[in-house]
């Protein structure tokens, strides 16, 4: 498969959290391509046969709970298209101390269901990334499993 990997990191989390999940599919014969959504094409949704959204949750323009702001350039391109049945999978970085935990999460959720796209696996929401690392990874990778299993093989 062809597979969109649009992400966008403040420290660094989200990057290494896609990579892992990049490398776990492009294992399976999988071709990744991992892009900051600044760098991203409305139309290469429609050329890839799954997209991920990553990115942590932050306080944008005093709304807590957003998407990384390189997403909002991307995401305001995809108003008013479809791309009906089209796999997505989205993958978060938060701080449970926060009142929206993983907001970009439900953010990302909103987008794909008015792109009429469907999620292929449960969203993922990960908590403080750096502060219990060898559990956040393993939970990357067991959800990376899961994308894995759901995809058809080659």
């Not at 071709?31 to 932050?58: C, H, Q, R, Y």
């Not at 993958?91 to 953010?107: K, Q, T």
């Not at 559990?135 to 067991?142: F, G, L, M, P, W």
């Amino acid at each position: 498969m062809n597979i969109l990997l649009l992400y966008a990191t403040n420290s660094g989390g989200t990057q290494q959290a896609s990579q892992m999940v990049a490398s776990l599919l492009q294992e399976k014969g999988h071709t990744v391509s991992m892009k900051n959504p600044k760098e991203s094409k409305t139309d290469e949704i429609a050329g890839a046969d799954l997209i991920i959204f990553a990115s942590p949750s932050w306080d944008y323009q005093d709304k807590e709970g957003q998407p990384h702001e390189d997403f909002f350039p991307f995401l305001e391109s995809l108003k008013g298209k479809t791309f009906e049945n089209k796999p997505f999978a989205i993958l978060g970085l938060g701080d449970s101390s926060y009142a929206h935990f993983c907001g970009a999460v439900d953010e990302f959720e909103k987008v794909v269901q008015n792109l009429k796209g469907k999620l292929v696996v449960p969203s993922l929401k990960i908590d403080g990334y750096y502060l219990r690392m060898d559990e956040n990874n393993q939970t990357v990778r067991d959800w990376g499993s899961k994308l894995i299993a759901v995809l058809p093989t080659r």
